[in-house]
């Protein structure tokens, strides 16, 4: 479980990325696990099934406060 995210990341040496430390609690046991031990990880906050989805660059912004998407109206024969 995350117990805590960094509010500041800090910049990777020859990359673009930031790091942000994350602290979490493990619920057992490994004898391959040290204390103050880095590794790199990822965090699945959720899975979500049958979803719609768009590309970021269809989303607009008007004065940073509405965000809407142009929505094509298929023609009825």
């Given at each position: 479980?995350?117990?805590?995210?960094?509010?500041?990341?800090?910049?990777?040496?020859?990359?673009?990325?930031?790091?942000?430390?994350?602290?979490?609690?493990i619920g057992g046991s490994?004898?391959?696990l040290r204390p103050a031990?880095?590794?790199?990880?990822?965090?699945?906050?959720?899975?979500?099934?049958?979803?719609?989805?768009?590309?970021?660059?269809?989303?607009?912004?008007?004065?940073?406060?509405?965000?809407?998407?142009?929505?094509?109206?298929?023609?009825?024969?």
């Open positions: 479980m995350v117990t805590r995210v960094a509010n500041v990341g800090e910049q990777r040496q020859n990359s673009d990325a930031k790091v942000f430390q994350v602290d979490v609690e490994d004898p391959t031990m880095t590794t790199s990880n990822k965090i699945q906050a959720s899975v979500y099934d049958s979803v719609n989805y768009i590309p970021l660059e269809c989303l607009h912004s008007q004065f940073d406060s509405i965000t809407y998407v142009f929505k094509r109206k298929e023609l009825q024969p």
